[in-house]
């Protein structure tokens, strides 16, 4: 049965409803992307929009934090003494937008098709936090107040390891005390199947520089001789890992803790296809990975080790026989429970020096680092979360984990002490990271109901 509170937000949300999709678009329009410098005052702008809608929301102290990198945005609402205080976080940067030509409506062009919106940002992580600060405005509006004490700190810099609010949280826990974090920056597991996720992978990303000559070489006149850094770093890839996708660093599994019987039998009654998996998401040919374990099993609970880009050498159209003297790859480890990144780290480094091939020099740059977390789903603040988005969906919450990492949840759990809810709000098939993302517009209305029904619950 709905209760009054839930009567009330309907009908603001009924109310205002065109004016909360325009809004959206012109956030989504703000080309944030945080890795490239060019796209510094669209950063700034962005930060800007977000701290004007939290004080149109009716936030309090709302500031922007100046860092060494991206501006962090802090507001609070702390109008409910003898109450909990749920500390919100998101993200305002995004990913870059390439490739262009595969987009069908342009990345910062905010589109509507059907029951979606389109852009470049519209789930990771824009639409989804921005749900947060819709909910304060629609609960200030109705009522007055908030039924809980609320803070906001929203970053800019995620999308590229956030550096930036680690320091922060690490040194301002008294400033950002609270009983529990609340993130919207996964996603459900199906359309309409309301999701909790609790836990996530942790990340090491590194960097490999391998140098080889002074210069370029003719490898007519030096093949054969000179050390080649791309056959190089192709050799020590290519020992990394085996044919059967396990990882062949000395201890890399020596701590993976796996999963529960319980927490593996309830993944068995997820709607999911591998066919389906595998055709409308993966796209490939077939799935691959350690076939001992279940897909589930292998994106959730076991570490992997990915190439994400190698470069070197001659780029251009047609041939030019050299012998480069540079080349680099970008190599990470999705890391889980128990497993210690800057051990893993250390293994890696002592592998790769191993394997590095004589006559090159290779360094490794560490790009990021973030440690896995698991949540108990029986948490009280955790099964507050699951029955708000159970009454809002209509369906029971069901309880899964990611393999992205999200590397200021490990913080936040460590220096505050407390609960993170990793209430998600996207789809599979939101193309995070990629041509034609979109955010699906039911979950962004159903998530203003869902988390101003979480923050009633604690309440009371």
Same mark, same amino acid.
Request: include cysteine.
């Given at each position: 049965?709905?209760?009054?509170?839930?009567?009330?937000?309907?009908?603001?949300?009924?109310?205002?409803?065109? =004016?909360?999709?325009?809004?959206?678009?012109?956030?989504?329009?703000?080309?944030?992307?945080?890795?490239?410098?060019?796209?510094?005052?669209?950063?700034? =702008?962005?930060?800007?929009?977000?701290?004007?809608?939290?004080?149109?929301?009716? !936030?309090?102290?709302?500031?922007?934090?100046?860092?060494?990198?991206?501006?962090?945005?802090?507001?609070?609402? !702390?109008?409910?003494?003898?109450?909990?205080?749920?500390?919100?976080?998101?993200?305002?940067?995004?990913?870059?937008?390439?490739?262009?030509?595969?987009?069908?409506?342009?990345?910062?062009?905010?589109?509507?098709?059907?029951?979606?919106?389109?852009?470049? %940002? @519209?789930?990771?992580?824009?639409?989804?936090?921005?749900?947060?600060?819709?909910?304060?405005? @629609?609960?200030?509006? !109705?009522?007055?107040?908030?039924?809980?004490?609320?803070?906001?700190?929203?970053?800019?810099?995620?999308?590229?390891?956030?550096?930036?609010?680690?320091?922060?949280?690490?040194?301002?826990?008294? +400033?950002?005390?609270?009983?529990?974090?609340?993130?919207?920056?996964?996603?459900? /597991?199906?359309?309409?199947?309301?999701?909790?996720?609790?836990? &996530?992978?942790?990340?090491?990303?590194?960097?490999?520089?391998?140098?080889?000559?002074?210069?370029?070489?003719?490898?007519?006149?030096? %093949?054969?001789?000179? #050390?080649?850094? *791309?056959?190089?770093?192709?050799?020590?890839?290519?020992?990394?890992?085996?044919?059967? @996708?396990?990882?062949?660093?000395?201890?890399?599994?020596?701590?993976?803790?796996?999963?529960?019987?319980?927490?593996?039998?309830?993944?068995?009654?997820?709607?999911?296809?591998?066919?389906?998996?595998?055709?409308?998401?993966?796209? @490939?040919? !077939?799935?691959?990975?350690?076939?001992?374990?279940?897909?589930?099993?292998? &994106?959730?609970?076991?570490?992997?080790?990915?190439?994400?880009?190698?470069?070197?050498?001659?780029? %251009?159209?047609?041939?030019?026989?050299?012998?480069?003297?540079?080349?680099?790859?970008?190599?990470?480890?999705?890391?889980?429970?128990?497993?210690? #990144? +800057?051990?893993?780290?250390?293994?890696?480094?002592?592998?790769?020096?191993?394997?590095?091939?004589?006559?090159?020099?290779?360094?490794?740059?560490?790009?990021?680092?973030?440690?896995?977390?698991?949540?108990?789903?029986?948490? #009280?603040?955790?099964?507050?979360?699951?029955?708000?988005?159970?009454?809002?969906?209509?369906?029971?919450?069901?309880?899964?984990?990611?393999?992205?990492?999200?590397?200021?949840?490990?913080?936040?759990?460590?220096?505050?002490?407390?609960?993170?809810? *990793?209430?998600?709000?996207?789809?599979?098939?939101?193309?995070?990271?990629?041509?034609?993302?979109?955010?699906?517009?039911?979950? /962004?209305?159903?998530?203003?109901?869902?988390?101003?029904?979480?923050?009633?619950?604690?309440?009371?």
């Amino acid at each position: 049965m709905a209760s009054k509170l839930d009567a009330s937000i309907e009908s603001y949300i009924a109310q205002h409803q065109t =004016r909360l999709l325009d809004e959206l678009k012109q956030y989504l329009s703000i080309p944030s992307v945080s890795t490239l410098p060019v796209h510094k005052p669209d950063i700034t =702008r962005a930060s800007e929009f977000v701290a004007g809608k939290l004080r149109d929301a009716g !936030l309090r102290e709302v500031r922007l934090i100046s860092t060494k990198g991206h501006p962090l945005v802090y507001a609070e609402w !702390l109008g409910a003494p003898g109450k909990p205080t749920v500390l919100c976080y998101g993200h305002y940067d995004v990913q870059p937008p390439d490739p262009l030509n595969e987009w069908i409506t342009p990345p910062f062009d905010p589109t509507v098709r059907g029951e979606n919106i389109y852009a470049r %940002g @519209a789930a990771d992580d824009k639409g989804q936090m921005y749900v947060h600060i819709k909910a304060a405005e @629609a609960l200030l509006a !109705l009522h007055g107040r908030l039924p809980v004490n609320v803070k906001f700190l929203i970053e800019g810099e995620e999308e590229i390891g956030g550096e930036s609010i680690d320091h922060y949280v690490k040194d301002h826990a008294d +400033e950002l005390a609270c009983d529990v974090a609340l993130v919207s920056d996964t996603h459900m /597991f199906a359309p309409g199947l309301p999701t909790l996720c609790v836990g &996530l992978r942790g990340l090491v990303y590194t960097e490999l520089f391998a140098t080889g000559a002074r210069v370029d070489l003719h490898s007519g006149l030096y %093949g054969g001789a000179a #050390p080649n850094p *791309l056959l190089g770093l192709s050799q020590i890839i290519a020992q990394l890992i085996n044919a059967d @996708a396990k990882v062949q660093i000395p201890g890399f599994y020596e701590d993976v803790q796996p999963p529960s019987a319980e927490e593996m039998q309830s993944w068995t009654r997820l709607p999911f296809s591998e066919e389906q998996f595998l055709k409308e998401e993966v796209g @490939a040919s !077939l799935l691959v990975g350690d076939a001992r374990y279940s897909v589930l099993e292998r &994106l959730w609970a076991r570490p992997t080790l990915e190439v994400h880009g190698i470069t070197g050498g001659f780029q %251009g159209e047609g041939a030019k026989t050299v012998i480069p003297a540079r080349a680099s790859a970008k190599i990470s480890m999705r890391l889980v429970p128990k497993q210690d #990144p +800057e051990k893993i780290l250390a293994a890696f480094k002592k592998e790769v020096a191993r394997l590095t091939p004589p006559g090159l020099c290779v360094e490794v740059k560490v790009h990021s680092f973030g440690e896995p977390i698991l949540m108990e789903p029986s948490h #009280p603040y955790v099964a507050a979360a699951a029955d708000a988005l159970t009454e809002v969906f209509g369906k029971q919450t069901v309880f899964t984990r990611g393999g992205g990492s999200i590397p200021i949840v490990a913080r936040m759990q460590q220096s505050l002490g407390v609960p993170v809810v *990793l209430m998600g709000l996207g789809l599979p098939d939101d193309r995070l990271h990629s041509p034609n993302e979109k955010f699906h517009l039911p979950n /962004f209305y159903n998530g203003i109901r869902a988390v101003a029904r979480f923050w009633e619950k604690l309440s009371g």
